[in-house]
Nanobody, 123 residues
Framework: VQLQASGGGLVQAGGSLRLSCAAS????????LGWLRQAPGKGREFVAA????????YYADSVKGRFTISRDNAKNTVYLQMNSLKPEDTADYYC?????????????????WGQGTQVTVSS
């Protein structure tokens, strides 16, 4: 699976962004997907995950109620809708995929990673 993330940018606090991640590879439709982020000087942290069929979704507590993950298997794309953005959401955001269908919150469980897309939230 190859992953290409896009949609990052600069936004004021309280604003919204929608990240997209296009995937290629035959295993996309059976793969759990996730979004993770890494802020400057910090480690990579989990943001959101979705199982292959979309029935299981996880969010980090820090984004719950503000971010929404979704996927369109017909378009081989996963999305992250980010609302009510805060300066602490500033980070490089990565999409990632597992080789199995089960969603996970553990960054170490992902098998494939895309390049990051930068999100900057100004106060």
């Amino acid at each position: 699976v190859q992953l290409q993330a896009s949609g990052g940018g600069l936004v004021q606090a309280g604003g919204s962004l929608r990240l997209s991640c296009a995937a290629s590879g035959r295993t996309f439709s059976s793969a759990a997907l996730g979004w993770l982020r890494q802020a400057p000087g910090k480690g990579r942290e989990f943001v959101a995950a979705i199982s292959w069929g979309g029935s299981t979704i996880y969010y980090a507590d820090s984004v719950k109620g503000r971010f929404t993950i979704s996927r369109d298997n017909a378009k081989n794309t996963v999305y992250l809708q980010m609302n009510s953005l805060k300066p602490e959401d500033t980070a490089d955001y990565y999409c990632a995929a597992r080789s199995i269908a089960t969603a996970t919150m553990d960054p170490g469980d992902y098998d494939y990673w895309g390049q990051g897309t930068q999100v900057t939230v100004s106060s």
